[in-house]
């Protein structure tokens, strides 16, 4: 056999490992298109994230409708006589797919007639397909209430002026021809020209299906461009679970059959057995245990109460409102509690769980307080005014309820600077910082935890207010219309009107809602995390 020379014989090897590498190779090369070709990882994931109407979108709302969902359900509200056989909806997904029935669905075009349930299908890219059925529901009317003074004016807060109210609701059964007395309220706004009015009917009335009483409050919101800001506070204070919660209602009023604008009627602030609870002492509780309470009190720089002190360190203005003429043993009582609990707040001994001021003052109602107030960043709510304390019978110092919120979120941006804090921009302490008593009790460890942990649990639900405002605004949609629109037979007022409360100027209904929205988001992420860094 010839024999093979040096370079043969490497040709050779190189082909023979080649020739073994071969399947190697096409498998690799198999791989790597395969690796090219392949379609996005198969997922059996296919839900609905959001769902909302966006006025961008559909002329007939003038803000965001944020649909709820619940499982497969999504629940979404129109304006009342708004039409939706053509609405867009705006959506997020996690899937492949959209559509409904045959159509392929794009956020924010596809046009769908949703004054019917309207069936969304996701498909995943593994074919999984979920079925959302979106159901629109037309918002209720504005409730109207007329009263009828006969022609006679309102011209202060202390004459009540014979009248008839009558309220028009299509939820409720029609009241007709309740006979009360109606009179001026409210300080400030009192001498604006949309005026505040205090109802006290002859017989007690369940006024759109709230308490059984007869005393209301018709707010008139004149520096509240949104008119939803004290609504909107109250659903905060009942989030928190404060003692009692005003209800409140937007209404389309009406004096001797003339238009006054959009109104909040709401249960007047008093005690009794369906508002603030209360088991009143009497005059004859001079002594012993009977002594103790119970005594309704307002702290408010206004002054203008008969029965009034100041406390001693912080001069706190505190007046009695029932007992209406305490004997002078139960105002000698009250006004020495309140000095006791100040008095230890202030010593150095303060933090102590048995002897100091959790003795005086139950720490629970003031958080819930604390957290409704500085989430408004409320000017009136740094013990100021409109702040409602109770002392129960061998009770402690509490905060029941909370009240007077137009000048709150962002509407009041005159104060640059008190004690470091300032009520302009969603950031910042406000309460914590220029309150008295509050800037006292964030330096004790265990009323920063007990805060931390309440704001924890309140949080989720928090979160949701944003949603409320836009529902309230889109119910009032037709009535905020003609109240900031000049009537021919009745009140017009400017949403352009500067006032002296905020150096903003008002544009349009919308922009003082979404102003009011955002606001209220980034107070909320600003407080959230600065509340949990607290130590």
Known sequence: MKQLNKKQTKSIRTYSIGIMLLPFLLFSIFISCSDDSEDEELSSVAQIDSFTFEPKSNKEIIVTSPGRMSGSDISISIPNGVSPTAFVATFTYSGKSVKVGDVEQVSGVTKNDFSKPVVYTVTATDGTTVNYTVVSKELPLVPKVYVNTWGV???DKETYVKSEVRIEDVQ?????????????RGNSTWDKPKKPYRIKLDKKASLLGLSNDKNWALLANYFDKTLLRNITAFEIAKIADMEWTPSSVSVDFYMNGIYQGVYSLTEHVRVSEERLNMDLVEPSDNSGEALTGDYFLELDFHWDEYYKFKTDL?????????PEEPTDAQFNYVKDYFNTAERVL??????DPDDGYRKYIDVE???????????AKNVDGNMRGSCYMSIRRNGKIEMPLVWDFDL???NADYIVEEQGASSAGPDGWYIKTCSPWFDRLFKDPYFVSELKKRWEELKPELDGIPDFIREHALAIQDSQARNFTSQPNGAGWNINQEEWN???????YTSEVNFFINFVEKRLQWLNTNINKLQ
């Open 408 to 410: 709150a979120f962002g």
């Open 153 to 155: 004016p309102i011209s």
């Open 502 to 508: 905020t150096s903003r100027k008002g544009v349009s």
């Open 314 to 322: 912080e001069q706190l203005p505190i007046m009695f409102k029932d």
């Open 365 to 375: 109602s003031f958080i819930n307080y604390y957290i409704v107030q500085e989430l």
């Open 172 to 184: 409720y059964a029609t009241a007709t021809d309740l006979p009360a007395g109606i009179k001026g």
């Open 346 to 351: 202030y010593s150095s001994n303060f933090k």
